[in-house]
Each structure stands twice: as C-alpha cells, then as structure tokens.
C-alpha cells in the first residue's frame, strides 16, 4: 500500500509514521527543508502521487482556495482519500453540542473556506473520507510548553467550551477508516471532554507544579484577531459516530490523560 500525503504536516506525519511501520510506502509534500530531509532519511518519498493506493489531502485554504485543487488528477489505483479539515465548520452553537449531520455554519472566512474546500474535494468523485479536527494538541504543541516557556494565557470567557484531540488519536481514527473505508463520510475526531481553555492551562500548571497565568477577562484582553477567533465558537463536538462505525478506543479520552501522558514523556521540564 502506498500512501500520498499533499500537505504532509504535524498530524499526517504521525499517521505516516505508524503506517510506515506496518510495511506503508510513504511519500508527500512539505515546504520546508528540513521536514524533506527527515522525510528523505526515513526512505519516504520514493513514488510519486499519480503511483498511490490512498491520498491525504491536509494543507488549509487560503484566499485563492484549496493549493492542490487546481489541476489535481486522480491515481488509477485509488482506494481511500481523505481530507483533513476542522470542527470550525459548525461555528458557534452557544456551547451547545453538533454532530456530523449539524448544518455547517461557520463564524470567520477560515471556516467558510474549509466548507468550500470541502464541497470541492467532495465534488470530484473521489473515495473521499472528511475529518473534522478539533483542536490539536501532542508532543511539541501543548499547554505543558506554553505554560514553561512563559507563553501560556489564562483567558476567562464565561461559558466558553472547545474541543481537542490528541495527535495520536487523530492518526488512529485515520487508520482505522483505511481499514474501514467508507466513502462519502464525514467523521468528527474530538475526545470525550470539551472545556474552556483556562481549564486546562491550570491543569498544566499543577503537572507542573507551578502558578497559573493571571486571569484575564476574555472583554478586555489584547489578543491577535487570530487569537481572538478561537474564542468566537463555543461548543461540544460529538465523537460517537468514530466510536461506533470505526471502533475507535481512544488513547486519551480528555485532556488530562493526554498532558499527563505528555509530562511523563519530559514535555513542559526544564531544559
């Protein structure tokens, strides 16, 4: 089996990684250097995409659309595709919970661009499997290295509720629709515990025995218009449908299994 990844990124690599253990061939593209050159050292990248048996498809829309969109043709021997987009999609339901058949509903233009992206990809005919991802976290990216490097923020908004989802459940999901294709689904990946951001930043901080950030009142924080959006949606993602279609287990049902399993592992320790 030979896997293509057009965007191969922080979670493709670590479905590429376990595939690639199983006996994979692996190839995929990355802008930057020395990405290709670890990809090089693992023996990956060795057939080109018109060559593979499953495609991922991971890099985000941009004002001009999808990048691999234009002039995309399909491998002859195509059996499983998937695309890689984002809970943003349903936008804000006041803390309320959405599903995969919730209406898509997006707040800000990057959500409006993964629905369009969507409807595109779907649009081609392709053995297509959407993903939508909740908020990544795992080793390298996670509020026990915001909280030691001193760039943690404990930002209040009354209410507000979002999901995660470690990386390694994101790849285990991924395997587990190759193994069990079903094209034309959509599939959300979230864990079992929506919660407010400062929730878990304080929990950071206990692992790691130090004190939280101050509390800074969502109303008058200074935040990025990047930074601000990930508080414009509060929600529940709903993952029964990766449990009961796909036998999904996950590794780290909450955040807290995830970052404790993190800190085990040396993440957040002084250098």
């Known amino acids: ?22 006996g994979w061939e692996v190839a995929g593209t990355t802008r930057e250097p020395d ?34 969109l234009p002039g995309f043709e399909a491998p002859p021997g195509l059996v499983w595709a998937g695309y890689l987009s ?15 058949e919730s209406p898509l509903r997006p707040t800000g233009a990057r959500g409006r661009r993964r629905v369009e992206a969507e409807a595109a990809w779907a649009a081609l005919g392709l053995p297509l499997h959407v993903f939508r991802i909740a908020g990544i976290y795992g080793p390298g990216r996670n509020a026990l290295a915001a ?3 001193g760039r943690a ?11 995660r989802i470690h990386v390694d459940d ?28 400062s929730e878990v930043t304080e ?29 414009r949606d509060s929600k529940r993602v709903s993952n029964a449908r990766i449990k009961a279609e ?14 404790h399993a993190l800190h085990e592992a040396g993440e957040g320790m002084p250098a």
């Open 170 to 197: 994101i790849a285990a999901a991924l395997a587990a629709s190759i193994a069990r294709p079903n094209p034309g689904r959509a599939y959300n990946l979230a864990d079992d515990r929506p919660a407010p951001p």
């Open 86 to 100: 984002t809970t943003g999609v349903y936008g804000d339901r006041g803390g309320g919970w959405v599903n995969e």
């Open 35 to 68: 990405k290709a050159e670890r990809f090089a050292a693992r023996g990956w990248n060795r057939f080109a995409a018109a060559d593979a048996t499953h495609l991922l498809f991971s890099a985000p829309p941009d004002e001009a659309g999808d990048p691999f």
């Open 147 to 149: 909280v030691r490097s």
């Open 153 to 163: 923020r404990r930002i209040v908004k009354p209410g507000q509720l979002f999901s």
């Open 1 to 22: 089996m030979r896997l293509f990844v057009h965007g191969l990124g922080y979670s493709a690599e670590r479905l590429a990684l376990r595939l690639a253990a199983e």
């Open 246 to 259: 796909l036998g999904v287990r996950l590794r780290y049902p909450t955040y807290r299994e995830g970052l």
């Open 203 to 231: 929990f950071a901080c206990r692992l790691l025995n130090l004190p939280p950030p101050p509390a800074e009142p969502f109303e008058t924080a200074q935040l990025s218009p990047m930074a601000a959006s990930f508080y």
